[in-house]
């Protein structure tokens, strides 16, 4: 499931306490963004958001048994920093998201299936207004998974993450990445994520967000091939660097928008790609009556990824004339 319906999904079920209730799984490839679709439906539904790395947890940071002190029985302390208790000072609402539970061993597992399935923990009731989701790679990937019990995941709602490439440049562009890194990727969607556990390192949509996009001009061009290479892959990097000499040998995007009738404009795929994304990056209220013209001097496809771009950067576009003009006329013949 692609995330934006992945979102949809799970925000609809939060809203009904049956649904609620009923925990989730969301499986899929390292580094795909499992873990930031959870985030984001805590700040659809402007709840908490709590995330526990199962892999590091162990039996006790379930709770700490003590005695009574009659000997009679025993109790379980539990930590309500780290779960939203019943009767605890945390918020009333909320997703708690167990990460990368396939990593989780056989006794944390046990724990797991009764508190996903009774929402307790030793004795100790989650509260009506959290819901539980949990995340975690597939045992195919190679990347540490244990095989899940099967009660516990019997218990658990399970959805498969679908990469997007619509999806992850939204995402992307929310999170301020180079306009660069978005350009190559729509350019050869397929290094999005091409993840093969034979490989030592992979591209994945987190190492070109997290990787790529932070170390973009931060680190000494001498060291960049190696830095990239080291976040998203040899292959991945070199085709990056030779799109990047391409994106910096770009006539300047601002002066393309002064003289948006008669400026010359590419027509190879990769300089396409490139120059679509510069120009949407600018797009404002003001000028997009020049973008809509430089943008409807280009193919079909590069003229489409350029409008959809701006608004995507930038929502009011859509109320201004040169939206319903070009809407209304080039759009028309391509949206249909």
């Known amino acids: ?31 795909c963004g499992k873990t930031e679709v959870t985030q984001q439906v805590a700040k659809r539904l402007g709840v908490e958001c709590r995330v526990l790395h199962a892999p590091l947890m162990q039996p ?3 709770g700490m048994p003590v005695v009574s002190a009659d000997r009679a029985d025993i109790n379980f302390v539990v930590s309500s920093a780290k779960f939203p208790l019943v009767g605890s000072d945390c918020p009333d609402e909320g997703v708690l998201v167990i990460d990368e539970l396939p990593q989780a061993g056989n006794s944390e597992q046990k724990i797991l299936a ?20 949990a995340t975690g790679n597939r045992a195919s990937d190679r990347a540490g998974a244990n095989r899940m019990l099967s009660h516990l995941k019997d218990r658990l709602t399970e959805y498969e993450y679908e990469v997007s490439l619509d999806d992850w440049c939204g995402f992307a562009m929310e999170a301020g990445t180079p306009v660069e890194v978005i350009s190559f990727i729509r350019f050869r969607p397929n290094l999005l994520l091409d ?28 060291a ?3 830095t990239l290479k080291g976040d998203v892959g040899e292959g991945a990097a070199a085709e990056f660097l030779g799109f990047l000499r391409i994106f910096r040998k770009l006539p300047n995007p601002d002066v393309v928008l002064m003289n948006p009738t008669n400026h010359d404009l590419p027509t190879d795929p990769a300089t396409c790609y490139a120059l679509a994304g510069a120009i949407a990056q600018r797009a404002t209220p003001d000028n997009f009556e020049r ?40 759009g028309s013949k391509v949206l249909l």
């Open 195 to 222: 993840f093969d556990p034979q490989r030592e390192k992979n591209p994945t949509p987190r190492g070109w967000v997290q990787g790529v996009g932070a170390s973009l001009g931060t680190v000494p061009p001498e």
């Open 291 to 330: 973008i809509c013209t430089v943008a409807e001097r280009m193919a079909p496809e590069y003229m489409v990824l350029t409008i959809r771009d701006s608004i995507r950067r930038n929502k009011e576009v859509q109320n201004t004339k040169a939206f319903i003009k070009w809407a209304s006329g080039a």
């Open 224 to 226: 960049e091939f190696e």
């Open 60 to 62: 006790e940071d379930y």
């Open 114 to 133: 009764n508190m996903v399935q009774a929402r307790d923990i030793h004795g100790h009731r989650i509260k009506p207004g959290w819901m539980i989701v």
């Open 1 to 31: 499931m692609r995330p934006s319906l992945l979102i949809d999904t799970l925000a609809a079920r939060y809203a009904t306490p049956a649904t609620r209730n009923r925990s989730s799984f969301i499986s899929g490839p390292p580094g």
